[in-house]
């Protein structure tokens, strides 16, 4: 019987604390993405199964009226 594969879009979302006195928006930003994963394991693409899964690596920070959004805890 024929073998058919079936594409699907996922979208996910990935947030990093991390301790900084910086108010400038730029340096926490960069601060960020230094600690955020680069990609997904072996496991998590489906490498050796009938399936895969891909991650182009590319962390788009949130932005909510013209500025990333960064919040404090407790906020």
Do not use: H
Request: aromatic share 8%; glycine share 10%; charged share 30%.
């Amino acid at each position: 019987m024929p073998k058919k594969t079936v594409l699907f879009n996922q979208t996910i979302g990935i947030s990093v604390t991390v301790e900084t006195d910086s108010t400038d928006q730029e340096e926490i930003l960069e601060q960020a993405l230094e600690e955020a994963p680069g990609s997904i394991c072996a496991q998590c693409s489906g490498w050796g199964q009938s399936w895969s899964r891909t991650d182009d690596g590319e962390l788009e920070p949130g932005v909510f009226k013209g500025k990333y959004e960064i919040y404090e805890e407790g906020e």
